[in-house]
């Protein structure tokens, strides 16, 4: 009878106190690696709205910098004649403007790569915390809390799509492509002559055009790329 109740033959039973012992560093696994998530939707969440500030910073100096090339030409212009404009000032007027123009629309090229880089970077952080949310809501007794509110789809949101990041970018890039465009058209132009006087001919047009569509292609196909490397790392 003794045998039974110590768990017969093959061995003793186990008490309630023992199956605790098996099972205490099964859940001390399971608290720690809920503190751990604690802690990294803590820290992921920070960076994902400090992310977001820096964008929005970054965009406002870039319409800072932007502003240049109108301001210089303004500033050269300053020194007039008395029969108006000297042909000094005009010739450095319009080399400012086109040498300022073409190099600050490749490096807004640049800025807004590197902006964009920024967002993907956000999204990553975004997906990342409806993942650890979507942790915590599958434990039990998650539901006494309710239904989430927030999204917990680790494949949300989305790196591509219409958006007002999308609209910003491709203006950022259109701005880029027009000044690139205008600052080659200027440097091609005829420096010595009145600004009325001024005549540009079908070369120079074409070539002003094939200019803006070259640099605005080139930041539609950064942008994919940087996009399709993100999603492409399985994030």
């Not at 023992?18 to 099972?23: F, K, N, P």
């Not at 870039?62 to 042909?87: W, Y």
């Not at 123009?101 to 640049?110: D, M, T, W």
Request: hydrophobic share 45%; net charge neutral; with cysteine.
């Amino acid at each position: 009878m003794n045998e039974k109740a110590n768990g017969g033959p093959s061995g003793p039973r186990l008490t309630s106190r023992d199956w605790a012992g098996e099972m205490a560093p099964e859940n001390d696994v399971s608290d720690a690696f809920s503190q751990f998530q604690l802690k990294e939707y803590e820290n992921i969440s920070q960076a994902h709205f400090k992310t977001n500030e820096v964008l929005a910073t970054f965009y406002r100096y870039f319409l800072l910098i932007t502003a240049i090339p109108i301001t210089t030409v303004g500033l050269a212009l300053l020194n007039f004649s008395k029969d108006g404009i000297s042909e000094e000032a005009r010739i450095l007027a319009f080399l400012i403007f086109g040498v300022s123009a073409v190099l600050l629309s490749l490096v807004g090229a640049a800025v807004i790569s590197y902006i964009e880089g920024l967002r993907l970077d956000a999204i990553l952080y975004a997906r990342v915390v409806n993942s650890i949310r979507d942790f915590f809501f599958k434990k039990p007794g998650a539901a006494d809390f309710g239904s989430s509110v927030l999204p917990r789809n680790s494949e949300k949101p989305s790196y591509d799509g219409f958006g007002a990041s999308f609209i910003i970018y491709h203006a950022c890039a259109l701005m880029n492509s027009t000044y690139f465009a205008a600052g080659v058209l200027v440097l091609m132009l005829d420096k010595t002559v009145q600004l009325q006087q001024i005549q540009v001919s079908n070369c120079q047009w074409a070539i002003t055009a094939i200019s803006f569509v070259t640099l605005m292609i080139a930041q539609i196909i950064t942008r994919r790329r940087l996009v399709a490397d993100k999603a492409r790392k399985g994030f």
